[in-house]
């Protein structure tokens, strides 16, 4: 897709979908204990490809680019009682490691075979009853490996506790998983590197939930708004918001000049940029807590030529691809020098753009939407746009409603 060098429109309205990560909790804990009324679900193909999977009868589930709906249903039919599932995925899926969930429910009981290569998907999985209640399981993993562990605890008869040993990734989407755990009964706690869940004996409240919009989405148009400093409205979001990705409103504060206005309303919010705005000589930050937003942070940086060093990136490297590398080859495309770790990513030199620059998106949808906002400085081509289906469908459609070639 060319996108021609574009300008701002200025105070645009956007409906963004339901939050994805809230959407595929909601999917599983729905179908484990029932009674919840889910409302402005995500239209995101994960979520899509997920509630597929639990309306499926089939032997095989074949979830193509899914990681997360992978390792949710990794432990969700592993106590499926009497069932055998093969749980597959696309070629790229069979390369993403599992082994650290696999371990875990393998130290439960479960019974899980890896049918190509050890570590990593297609699964076979025979559901079965599991009696122990206790995982010991690195803190530095994916988030969604602890997530999947979590959702089915109430499903134990002794419920479950999760050790984590280390370092903890991704916090806030833990806490999210034990706030939506909560509001249906769920009991748990959460102290220093232990988790709790408390079995309930099926006492589950019945729930009707309206999901947030998602605020990884949101996070393209606060770089919109940086780059070209004007206001976009979008909607609908909670001022106590559940996701870790609600901190982009104090990055964009902070190191962009984006007040964050919200109308309750009308359950949304107002990207205003600061006028006269005095940028930061380096961005220096630590995202362990909120890895999907450091691909958009980059791209607005190097639009406004900033320096930045950002670091707690090591997750990015197990993603729909290396997103760190994937960071630095398209990043220099658009005048930015990098330099990356395992964990980190810092510019080194701004230089001028590419002439004809044609971004790579790796089948990878936040490389998509994230380099979207440079159409702002400079004509760009994004390959693959289609990518951006996996979690934003109506994207290009909306970014098309903010800008004018």
Known sequence: MLLKKSELIDNQKIQITG???ISNRLLIVGKLFGNIDMFNLSNSQDTTLLKKALESDSDIVDIHHAGTAMRFLTSYYSIFEGRKTILTGSDRMKNR????LVDALHSLGADITYLEKEGFPPLQIIGKKLEKNTVKISANVSSQFLTSLLLIG???ENGLTLELEGDITSRPYLEMTLKILDEIGIKSHFAENKIEIVTQNNQYRTERYEVESDWS????????AAIGRKSITLKSYHTLSLQGDSVIKALYLKYFGINTVSDYAESSISLLPEPAFQYPELITLDMNDCPDIAQTLCVTATALKIPFEITGLHTLKVKETDRL?????ELLKIG?????TVEKIESSEFIEPEENISIATYNDHRMAMAFAPFALIKELNIEN????????????EDFAKVTAS
């Open 217 to 224: 989405s949101a996070s393209y148009f606060y770089s919109l």
């Open 325 to 329: 590398v994937a960071l630095q080859n």
């Open 154 to 156: 109430g499903k134990l």
């Open 97 to 100: 490691p599992i082994k650290p």
């Open 336 to 340: 930015a020098k990098t330099h990356i």
């Open 19 to 21: 939050s994805k990560s």
């Open 385 to 396: 746009e289609d990518v951006v289906e996996k979690s934003y469908l109506e994207f290009w």
